[in-house]
């Protein structure tokens, strides 16, 4: 059960569109449509941003957007903001039956 | 809500029952997760549990050392720590599937901290 892989950091200014990836192997994110991402500010629990690689939970902007090609899946925040500044984490179903996160992105805002 | 408690500081090879209550929230229709964060780093799936109870899945590094149960009749989930290491020491979030075939998380309870230390 080896962590999902994903850039330790991305950053962009303002208004920008910044894609972080997950990237495991065919017995997870290849595997399923049952990809998910999360927000974390420091000190809080993680917020779902997306569910089954794509579907957005009700109340989440529409400026985060979900993909996935083979074994790697994708998180777009687009017109990026101050208050997007938090970690990022993805996370998948596997083959058995158990989940697995990812290593987690901490996105800047310059 | 979920509102975990029962962390604290423990022993190395000690034992620890961490619980999950749920107001204003079902939680027997759905599978319950227990997820973890080491202090700095990033989050670690723990365990599931089925909506009834039977079925039980565990990340490798918690197997035969950490067993989750559920009451649906008092809505709530427990995970039981055994033989404790210095590695387990982390904040402890439960965590409900928001629907029956769902496999993501949400919501979340705020956290328990576990601290492992002689």
């Known amino acids: 059960q080896s962590a999902l892989t994903q850039p330790a950091s991305v950053s962009g200014s303002p208004g920008q569109s910044i894609t972080i990836s997950c990237t495991g192997t065919?017995?997870?994110?290849?595997?399923?449509?049952?990809v998910s991402w999360y927000q974390q500010h420091p000190g809080k629990a993680p917020k779902p941003l997306i569910s089954?690689?794509?579907i957005r939970p009700s109340g989440v902007s529409n400026r985060f957007s979900g993909s996935k090609s083979g074994n790697t899946a994708s998180l777009t925040i687009s017109g990026l903001q101050a208050g997007d500044e938090a970690d990022y984490y993805c996370?998948?179903?596997?083959?058995?039956?158990?989940?697995?996160f990812g290593t987690g992105t901490k996105v800047t805002v310059l | 809500q979920l509102v975990e408690s029962g962390g604290g500081v423990v022993q190395p090879g000690r034992s620890l029952r961490l619980s999950c209550a749920a107001s204003r929230l079902i939680l027997s229709r759905y599978d319950m997760h227990w997820v973890r964060q080491a202090p700095g780093k990033g989050l670690e799936w723990v365990a599931v549990t089925s909506f009834d109870g039977n079925k039980k899945y565990y990340a490798d590094f918690v197997k035969g050392r950490f067993t989750i149960s559920r009451d649906n009749s008092k809505n709530t989930v427990s995970l039981e720590m055994n033989s404790l290491r210095a590695e387990d020491t982390a904040v402890y979030y439960c965590?409900?599937?928001?629907?029956?075939?769902?496999?993501?998380?949400?919501?979340w309870g705020q956290g328990t901290l576990v601290t492992v230390s002689s």
């Open positions: 065919s017995s997870d994110v290849g595997g399923y449509n049952y």
């Open positions: 996370s998948s179903y596997t083959s058995s039956s158990t989940y697995v």
């Open positions: 965590a409900r599937a928001p629907c029956g075939d769902c496999t993501w998380f949400d919501p």
């Open positions: 089954d690689v794509s």
